[in-house]
């Protein structure tokens, strides 16, 4: 399957592609969305509500409707803490947050809001959440995230964490997402509000210190002292995001030699090199968006960056660049279990269907149970809370651990000590991930590459694809080898995939839609090599078109779905 890469991609944004941040933050005011358009409605995907005030996915009335529905959701289940409210650097954050805190007062929501109106990361309030609860029955807390991820800068996004501290369950999501839009059908009758500075004045509304709390207790996850003591030279990029002024601090409390390479903030992201499609994105596992920090490569023995709510991580080496993030689990979690002796025995290695095999290898090789979930974080948080789960990851550079003494650290994804562990392994082992990851393969025989390409769906293709069984896979050959399995349910937990996944002896495709685009994504491995693996993609695509064909309605638009679509994530 061919990709098309912008020829922009790699390079600085040209001014005209910067969004206008007056505009965009008038638009969260002054666009009213029309509940009766599917766009314009509430839609939490795996990782919240997320959208572009500019095309009314995203405005003001989205953030009114949905937190109240949070608040009528804490009511209904005794929710009575206090709520851990942070926000990230898009431009659409801090408008997004003081809607929310409107509510949340008005509701008589105990809100903790940053010290100084620091920006605050994602794993800052899990951390945050986790701390508070730690030991309690009642009087439990949750949390808000303002952020779409690494979205592009005219998006917004707003994620609710209940007390396990990760990601909100689906029959959470999907109760607080036709609460928020039954509010929006009613022009917000049943939405309680106050005004800002009444808000911010009010009894309820408070200040927590999250970047010291979360920066004094990282010694407990990752060890400092071995990377301060090997002198290990650590270059770091926060790509303009929510940990930018956390960085400085951990350099400073755990005297390392860790250099901020740039901690300008900045709503346009004009800093930023373009990615794949020539679009701004803080996606840290790019190489076309890392490529400032790649180019300064060689200053370090391990730099990293963090997407901008900083839950993602992306790690570089002076001889391998940046690697690939299937790679850097594999070796995060061969690392982790050897190093980790109070880890209990219990402690399973997690991974979504669309990582590598590599780390179903490396669990057998541990003796550690696997735990094979469908996409999304949310799957791993009830195993990190308990302990059963050591490690968790996916292949799209997220990931969570325990602390050292095998307790909880965070259940939602820490771009932060994702990037930090890379310097601890540096330091003890001698080699960097890179090395490690090449010593891992041939220690298995095998060197696996992977890819994700996009091609275009209707919604109701979408809503076939999501729904498909095993049977109405009529392929019995992959790439010239039997098929050995076809899953629609996760190994792990017999969730629904919401999607399919093909699997034969030196390879497999897992197949699912796009939750907020009309596409559906192809994620593929091959042990044997980049020709096999581009064969894998194009079979795939056909047999996943052979099975949604009843939804096409013409000949053109049946070949319109058997064109790619762009997006290619090589690995």
């Known amino acids: 399957m061919s990709t098309r890469i912008s020829p922009l991609a790699g390079k600085p944004a040209p001014v005209a592609l910067l969004v206008d941040v007056a505009r965009l933050v008038t638009a969260y005011y002054v666009n009213v969305p029309d509940p009766t358009v599917a766009a314009q409605r509430v839609a939490f995907g795996t990782s919240g509500h997320r959208g572009s005030a500019l095309d009314a996915s995203f405005n003001e009335r989205h953030v009114l409707a949905i937190t109240q529905a949070i608040c009528q959701y804490r009511k209904k289940q005794g ?8 926000i990230d650097t898009h431009a659409l954050s801090e408008p997004a947050c003081a809607s929310a805190l409107e509510v949340l007062a008005a509701n008589g929501v105990d809100v903790m809001l940053a010290l100084n109106d620091e920006y605050t990361p994602t794993p800052a309030i899990s951390h945050a959440i986790l701390t508070h609860n730690r030991g309690r029955s009642t009087g439990l807390s949750d949390g808000i995230v303002v952020t779409p991820s690494h979205n592009p800068p005219r998006d917004g996004g707003f994620k609710y964490n209940p ?18 839009n039954r509010l929006l059908e009613k022009n917000l009758d049943g939405v309680k509000r106050m005004s800002h500075p009444k808000a911010l004045g009010a009894a309820t509304t408070h200040r927590h210190d999250f970047l010291h709390a979360y920066v004094g207790d990282l010694g407990s996850v990752i060890d400092m002292d071995a990377i301060r003591n090997a002198k290990i030279r650590m270059g770091v990029d926060p790509l303009g995001g929510a940990g930018v002024h956390y960085w400085a601090r951990i350099a400073e409390h755990y005297r390392l030699d860790l250099q901020v390479v740039s901690d300008v903030v900045d709503p346009t992201f004009r800093f930023m090199t373009l990615d794949w499609d020539g679009q701004i ?21 391990i730099a990293f ?22 790679h850097y689990l594999a070796v995060a979690i061969d690392y982790l279990f050897r190093h980790r002796p109070q880890w209990g025995a219990r402690a399973a290695v997690g991974k979504t269907v669309v990582s590598t095999r590599l780390i179903d290898q490396i669990a057998a090789r541990l003796g550690r149970s696997l735990d094979e979930v469908p996409v999304g974080f949310k799957w791993f948080s009830k195993g990190l809370l308990d302990g059963t789960l050591g490690f968790a990851g996916e292949e799209s550079a997220g990931a969570a651990f325990l602390r050292r003494d095998g307790a909880v650290w965070t259940t939602d994804k820490d771009g932060i000590t994702a990037a930090l562990l890379s310097a601890e392994i540096t330091a003890r082992t001698g080699h960097d991930p890179g090395a490690l990851y090449l010593d891992l393969a041939k220690a298995f ?32 050959e992959l790439a010239g080898e039997t098929i050995q399995s076809v899953l629609n349910k ?7 995939i919401g999607g399919i996944k093909v699997v034969a002896s030196s390879g497999w495709f897992a197949a699912r839609p796009s939750g907020t685009e009309d596409i559906y994504k192809i994620y593929a491995e091959s042990i044997k090599g980049a020709e096999h693996l581009q064969r894998i993609l194009k079979e795939a695509q056909t047999i996943v078109d052979a099975a949604i064909a009843p939804a096409t309605s ?18």
């Not at 994105?281 to 023995?301: E, G, H, N, T, V």
């Not at 996760?490 to 629904?496: F, H, K, L, V, Y």
């Not at 013409?554 to 058997?562: D, L």
Request: with cysteine; charged share 20%.
């Open 281 to 301: 994105r803080m996606d840290p596992s790019s190489k076309y968006a890392m490529q400032r920090l790649l180019d300064i490569k060689d200053r370090f023995d």
């Open 163 to 180: 007390p396990n501290g990760g990601p909100a369950d689906q029959d959470i999501t999907d109760w607080i997402g036709a609460t928020a």
């Open 445 to 476: 025989g095998n060197h696996p590459v992977a890819d994700r390409v996009e091609a275009p769906a209707t919604a109701q293709q979408k809503k076939q694809l999501a729904a498909l069984t095993p049977q109405q896979i009529g392929s019995t």
């Open 79 to 86: 929710i009575d803490g206090p709520l851990f409210l942070g």
């Open 305 to 326: 960056a963090c997407d901008t709510d900083h839950d993602r991580h992306g790690i570089v080496t002076p001889a391998a660049g940046l690697l690939v993030p299937n």
């Open 490 to 496: 996760a190994p792990g937990n017999g969730a629904p």
């Open 554 to 571: 013409s000949p053109a638009a049946a070949a319109a779905s058997r064109r790619p679509a762009g997006r290619s994530k090589a690995g």
